[in-house]
DNA sequence: TATGATATTGGACACTGTGTCCAGTATCAG
DNA sequence: CTGATACTGGACACAGTGTCCAATATCATA
């Protein structure tokens, strides 16, 4: 057997693992699923369950770690957009869970935010990153503050975008959350009160 | 006995049971207590609990909302500060916030965010009416997701301000917060670009 | 202080879910 | 075909939940 490769039933094994979590998961949030539920849906022994991952958190990290990686492999366009007005990130992401609403509403979580640290990890270099680019980098923790600022805000909207039935397209809400972010509430509404 | 006092016995379980949550959720996090946990803590019999609470959630639900009580009590001082450039609402709540430090800590959850809907709900009242005020009431989905994108943000600053070592006081952060707030990250980084 | 009402207690119980282990069986790659 | 590897179901010990009950401690008040 070559080293690198896998053997067919664990990439059937895991497989069915993994889209067993998405199915139930969309269903009654993350946190109410067993391992037997899991287990059940994907028709794969318990133990068998264990033989692969350690637990229910380690098959949803290497879960979303996957698909992540599956993001990243055409990771030029990315790059392309880099000079469109404000972040870069944010149109992506709000169309790619817009493809995948169901998966995304789901790992957003129901009602009870259960956002995995994985993702929140990686939107969270992204913007200190852009952020890092339209400012001098004057130190201070002015860059981590922004940053903590724009990632919670972001989510936040992204939550209710996926939880409400809205007709405001990708770009539309991206457009929105773009203005607030760099222009502020003042911008958007009136009567502008500037904070010094 | 008169209908609307409690038994001295009742308030002394009660108060102890909410007081070894807190203690607790600090040490570890609210998730990792077991209700075995909460009663050793307390010096309750296990039995007990179940009379007064149905179950752990339960008990931090009661616990929150009576603390939330305690604060509206004042209620005066709070719309004294409404005409503070801003919102009225940050400034005071990062100062309770930094008054009982370990407790809100403990609240937001360690790495993992675990704030109770109730808080977030209250925030959201908050932040809601607040710019209800200072806008023309513009109708559409705007006003939602303002207040969706601040409370995200609000928390995530909150987090962070709670969870690192910083020399920050309550009102360098809320001072912080309300320019990334009402003026957008373009004010407080360089090179302002506008966004429409 | 005596007394009836009520709270607390520990222990037993059934139940669900976890994580481990193993021997038997099915499937793989060469 | 065959040796290696993966899957399986069932058993096990364990931890935690939520319910129930009879015995005991504490309460409010007459």
Redesign the pocket.
């Known amino acids: 057997?070559?080293a690198g490769?896998i053997?067919?039933?664990?990439a059937?094994?895991?497989s069915r693992l993994q889209q067993a979590l998405f199915r139930l998961t969309t269903e009654n949030g993350y946190t109410a699923?067993?391992?037997?539920?899991i287990?059940r849906e994907a028709?794969?022994?318990?133990?068998?369950?264990?033989?692969?991952y350690?637990?229910?958190d380690c098959l949803r990290k290497a879960t979303i770690d996957e698909h992540i990686k599956s993001l990243q492999a055409p990771g030029a366009e990315r790059h392309s957009q880099r000079n469109a007005k404000g972040f870069s990130f944010s149109g992506p992401v709000f169309e790619h869970a817009h493809a995948t609403r169901e998966m995304h509403r789901a790992l957003m979580g129901g009602k009870k935010r259960e956002m995995p640290e994985e993702i929140r990890g990686w939107i969270s270099r992204q913007v200190r990153n852009e952020l890092a680019n339209i400012q001098g980098d004057e130190g201070g923790g002015r860059l981590e503050i922004a940053t903590r600022f724009i990632v919670g805000a972001f989510f936040e909207v992204m939550h209710w975008w996926l939880e409400t039935d809205t007709k405001l397209s990708p770009a539309e809400i991206d457009q929105i959350f773009r203005q607030l972010a760099f222009n502020g509430v003042n911008a958007v509404f009136a009567e502008p009160t500037r904070i010094e």
């Open positions: 057997m070559p490769s053997d067919r039933r664990v059937r094994t895991r699923i067993t391992v037997e539920d287990c028709d794969v022994g318990r133990s068998t369950f264990y033989t692969h350690p637990d229910k």
